[in-house]
Structures are given as structure tokens and as C-alpha cells.
């Protein structure tokens, strides 16, 4: 099936109930925890020049319709302006839809990881961390006992009480995904940044993750690494020019990814 035909389903396909049970590629049942957070035909578009998009107006997503489950990691895939970071920041409550209903379980919070959102660049390391942890709901005395621990993963040494604004991107992301991982969240929003830092800090940080997703952390990951994803994800969509192109199992979502665009795997 061609994607402007529609969503290709693969083996794991979540249901349409909370709760629902699905069928892995290997047959067996996977209980699903109580939905976190979903989207229901969401559109989000922008103006533009109308030389560059139709009647002026560039989609960004195409009638997206997704479900969250309490403690999976799902992985948002797909290639280049195909609306992955936006679909992420409409997740965490920073975009509106143009149209359609974003919902989120009440009283639960989201953490949007991505390089350089939310920082005050006038402010230390420390002081953004603290603040980000009390934002995530930290009283300040906990936030304040997080600190060192942040410091010493972020690997951020003396620079952690130098302004935001003289980092570099590896060093911010470094910062944003250690005081996430350090502190309370109870929907971990990931866009890029596990990609970010040198191999050893990379390979740091996905086993800190594989370790906090291993208990009941509710996360969703988008990343242009498919080994990562496989890693990392029990459940994956590809969006494909503004839609979802395929959703289930991870290596079927991916077997998906790899063939040309527009086109299904025989």
C-alpha cells in the first residue's frame, strides 16, 4: 500500500482501546498500559510563500492519529521535514493543532528534550537544571540534591556553573538530557539529542536510558538512528510526508523506512 493510500499496519499495531492487547512479529500478547497521551486527526500547518507550497499554506501534519501507552518508548522515525520534531512539541503542549485534538492524561507531565529549548542562556547549568527539575515538579530541596549527580553525568565539570550561552550544542543537549534522566518526568519527549556528544558519551547515555526505560518511564523517541531505535523501542511510527506511513512492531516499522519512499516492502 503507497502511503497517500493510507497507514500500512505491521505486526505489534496498537489497538483502538487502552488497555488493548497486541500481537507481536514473534505471536506473543503484549499487555498495554493505560494511554498516556494521544492524538486524534491532528493537522498542524503554516503560511508560507506561495511560490514554495500550495495556496501558500505548508502542512506539516496530515491527519495523525497515535496513542501512548504508560511505560512503553515508542520511536518516531521518518526522513527530513517529515514532521517529527513538530509532532513532538505538539506532544509537550509548546504547539497547537491547526486542527484535531491532542490529549493528555490529567495531572501528568512531559519533558520535551531537544537542543537548546527552554534554557535561560543568561543563566549557569546549574541554575537551568535546578530550574528545569523544579518545572518537572521537584520540590527544591530534591532538585537541589540532584545537582551533583547532574553535573557529573552531563561530564559538563567546571562549565556547569558558566552561562548556558557559552555552550556549545553537545554541551546543552548533554545538560537537557541529564537533568530529564535525573529527575521525575512522567513523559520523557526525546528529539535528537541521544545522537549528540562523542561515542562514549552516546553509548553513556542510551544504556541510562535502556536502564530508565526499563522500568515504568513512558518515553517517545525520535531519532534518524535505526539501530538506536531498535534498541531503545518496543513500538514504532514512520511519518512520510506529513502522515503515518507505518506503526507496530519496530522491525517491520523499519523494514518499512528503508524502502524507497512511497512504496511498500514486497
Known sequence: MSVEKGQQRVAGAVGDAPGDRCVSSAGAGVARGEVMLELVDVYHSYHARKDNFEHGVHRVLDGVSLKLHRGETLGIIGRNGAG????????????????????????????????????QPSLSGRDNALLSA?????????????????QEFSELGHSFDEPVKTYSAGMRARLGFTTALMTHVDVLLIDEVLGVGDAAFRQKASTAMRDKVGGDQTVVLVSHMAEQVRQLCGRAVLLEEARVAAEGEVDGVLDVYAQPSGTAPA
Open 84 to 119: 517529527k520534531t513538530t509532532l513532538l512539541r505538539l506532544m509537550a503542549g509548546i504547539l497547537a493543532p491547526s486542527r484535531g485534538t491532542v490529549w493528555r492524561r490529567p495531572g501528568i507531565s512531559c519533558s520535551l528534550l531537544t537542543i537548546g529549548l527552554g534554557f
Open 134 to 150: 523544579m518545572l518537572q515538579g521537584a520540590t527544591k530541596r530534591e532538585a537541589e540534591g540532584y545537582l551533583a549527580d547532574i
